[in-house]
């Protein structure tokens, strides 16, 4: 059983610190190139769209945290990038991702939404009951992590009232 823990334990750590290394060179790499474009729109959104797909590829290759590593590309890139550019690049490279996130998520909703009706029908009660079941499973586990994480909501950078907690919960 110890080796098995132990291969656990390997796998985690390669995962983990993997994705941050590679997450981090990306980041300035990007952050590099980025800085020689000065004042070039497109092609700062460019290499921040390029730096992300080759971030996710680069880690699904070498099986490590694709989403560790893009969020640490994340991290490094937005740290530097504002001294890199000019303002007006940075204004358009951060309404391009806003809109990216956008579009994302509601395809995101529209095709769960297309998938459960698929699959899902409603058609008698114990399934109407199941799906009732999980929504309220749903709230509780998410008032649960509120509670948990409520005094490090509160004390972090922007603080937290009980009121946006209410609004969190529901």
Partial sequence: IYNQIGDIILEILYKTIGGVIVGNIFGK????????????????????????????????????????????????????????????????LYGFWGFFGYITNVLIFVLSGVIITYYFTISDLPTFLNIFYLYIIIHIARLLSIIVLYPCLKNSGYGITIKECIILFW
């Avoid at 190139?33 to 769209?49: A, D, K």
């Avoid at 070498?62 to 001294?83: A, H, Q, R």
Wanted: charged share 10%; aromatic share 12%; hydrophobic share 40%.
């Fill in 29 to 92: 790499i990007c952050i590099y190139i980025s800085s020689e474009c000065w004042n070039e729109n497109i092609l700062v959104i460019s290499i921040s769209i390029t730096g992300c797909w080759g971030c996710f590829f680069i880690a699904e290759s070498v099986n490590i945290s694709s989403v560790l590593t893009l969020i640490m590309f994340g991290l490094e890139y937005s740290k530097s990038l504002k001294t890199c550019v000019t303002q007006i690049t940075y204004d358009s």
